[in-house]
C-alpha cells in the first residue's frame, strides 16, 4: 500500500520557467510533510517541510503548498535552474508512528537550458 | 550542520559474506538513526529505526537477523548484512534526527552494495 504517492516519475521544465511537483497522500494521520531532494548515488538532501497546520510555506525559490481536503501537496521552484535537476522526493510523518518518514516515488525533473 | 557520513560508499563482496556499514552523525548527537534501502529507480523503504543503547526496530518484512543494527554510541549505528546474497545487493542510505520531536532526517551518502 502506497501511503505517499509521486505520479509523475518524470518532468521537464524550461530554465526560468516555473516547476511544479505533485504529490499525494493516503494516510490522514500525517501531520508533517517534507521535500528532498537526490542526485544519483547520494543521499537525499532536505528542502522544505510543511505542518499540517500550515496550507504554504516558502523558503527562496521554493514554495510547497499543502490542501490537506485534497490530501496533496506540491512544490513550486521558480525560477527554475539547471542545478535544480535531480529526483524529488516527497515524504510524510505522522506522531503516531514514532515520526518515522514515508516516502513517495520521486520524480526526476530535468532544467533544460 | 547536521551532516552524516557513511562508510563505505561502495563495497563489493562475495555471497555468503558479511558486510558492515557505518553511519555517524559528524556534528550532532543523533538520539534515532534510520537505515533505509533503496533499489533502482524505486523509492527510499524504510528498515529499521535505531535508538542508541536499545534494540532497533525492524519494519514489516525486514530480516532481523539478516540485517543487524547497532546503535553504540550518539554519533554512530552500523548496519551489518550477514551471509549477504546478490539479492541484497541495493544502496543503503541512513539518516539521523537531531533530537525527538524534530521532523526532519539528515541523510548520509549512501552505501552501495554489490554481492556478487
Known amino acids: 500500500d502506497q501511503q505517499v504517492k509521486q505520479n509523475s516519475p518524470s518532468l521537464s521544465v524550461q530554465e526560468g520557467r516555473i516547476s511544479i511537483l505533485n504529490c499525494d497522500y493516503t494516510?490522514?494521520?500525517?501531520?508533517?510533510f517534507l521535500w528532498y531532494k537526490k542526485y544519483p548515488a547520494e543521499g537525499p538532501t532536505f528542502l522544505i517541510s510543511?505542518?499540517?497546520?500550515?496550507d504554504k510555506n516558502e523558503d527562496g525559490r521554493f514554495t510547497v503548498f499543502l490542501n490537506k481536503s485534497a490530501k496533496h501537496l506540491s512544490l513550486h521552484i521558480v525560477p527554475s535552474q539547471p542545478g535544480d535537476s535531480a529526483v524529488y522526493f516527497c515524504?510524510?510523518?505522522?506522531?503516531?508512528?514514532?515520526?518515522?518518514?514515508?516516502f513517495g516515488q520521486g520524480t526526476r525533473l530535468t532544467i533544460n537550458p | 550542520g547536521a551532516v552524516v557520513s557513511q562508510h563505505p560508499s561502495w563495497v563489493i563482496c562475495k555471497s555468503g559474506t558479511s558486510v558492515k556499514i557505518e553511519c555517524r552523525s559528524l556534528?550532532?548527537?543523533?538520539?534515532?538513526m534510520f537505515w533505509y534501502r533503496q533499489f533502482p529507480k524505486q523509492s527510499l523503504m524504510l528498515m529499521a529505526t535505531?535508538?542508541?543503547?536499545?534494540?532497533?526496530?525492524?519494519e514489516q518484512g525486514v530480516e532481523k537477523d539478516k540485517f543487524l543494527i547497532n546503535h553504540a554510541s550518539l554519533t554512530l549505528s552500523t548496519l551489518t548484512v550477514t551471509s549477504a546474497h546478490p539479492e541484497d545487493s541495493s544502496f543503503y542510505i541512513c539518516?539521523?534526527?537531531?533530537?525527538?520531536?524534530?521532523?526532519?532526517?539528515?541523510f548520509g551518502p549512501g552505501t552501495r552494495l554489490t554481492v556478487l
Open positions: 539518516s539521523a534526527r537531531v533530537y525527538a520531536g524534530y521532523n526532519e532526517q539528515f
Open positions: 494516510n490522514s494521520m500525517f501531520d508533517y
Open positions: 510543511i505542518s499540517s497546520i500550515k
Open positions: 515524504a510524510a510523518s505522522d506522531v503516531q508512528g514514532a515520526q518515522k518518514l514515508v
Open positions: 556534528d550532532f548527537q543523533a538520539t534515532t
Open positions: 535505531s535508538n542508541e543503547g536499545s534494540k532497533a526496530t525492524y
